[in-house]
């Protein structure tokens, strides 16, 4: 596989949030409205806005259970072009004191990735990650489903700031 971007964006780097949502068909024409296009990808439960301006990759996920305890937020991050980049990143976090997991040739998002995950003083989940295979339609990667750290054993690792 790769090691660089199966996916171009402006820049080098582009912000990327992921909202869950109660319904994505009722959320659809909010961020449609707001971003100024439709969706560039759609699966059950799931959409994802890229537009270039701002360049952002946002992508909304369904959960219809629990919603009030994992809130509206799932997590953010920083995509970037190679998996030099990810592997930086990885080393920034590591040096200033903060633990991280990674991830490689990872399913998320009906994509796959390699990634590093962190998570900031305050709980908030961020990874920085390079999309290897944009769009991943075998039967393994259409059940993944979009991702978050959730689906990785950050609770196993204590993240906290260095003092």
């Not at 305890?69 to 991050?77: D, P, Q, R």
Request: charged share 25%; with cysteine.
């Amino acid at each position: 596989m790769t090691q660089q971007s199966a996916v171009e964006f402006p820049g080098q780097f582009r912000l990327h949030v992921a909202l869950n949502v109660k319904s994505v068909e009722k959320s659809k024409p909010f961020y449609e409205l707001l971003l100024g296009t439709a969706p560039s990808k759609e699966r059950p439960r799931y959409a994802k806005f890229e537009p270039v301006d701002p360049s952002v990759n946002l992508t909304l996920n369904e959960v219809t259970e629990d919603f009030a305890v994992e809130g509206a937020s799932a997590h953010f991050g920083i995509q970037v072009k190679s998996v030099a980049e990810v592997h930086s990143a990885k080393e920034r976090f590591e040096q200033a004191g903060f633990q991280t997991i990674t991830e490689e040739a990872t399913t998320c998002c009906y994509a796959v990735q390699d990634k590093v995950w962190a998570i900031d003083p305050d709980g908030h989940k961020w990874e920085v990650f390079v999309v290897l295979q944009a769009d991943a339609k075998d039967e393994l990667y259409a059940q993944a489903g979009c991702c978050g750290p959730e689906t990785v054993s950050l609770s196993s690792c204590s993240l906290n700031p260095p003092s």
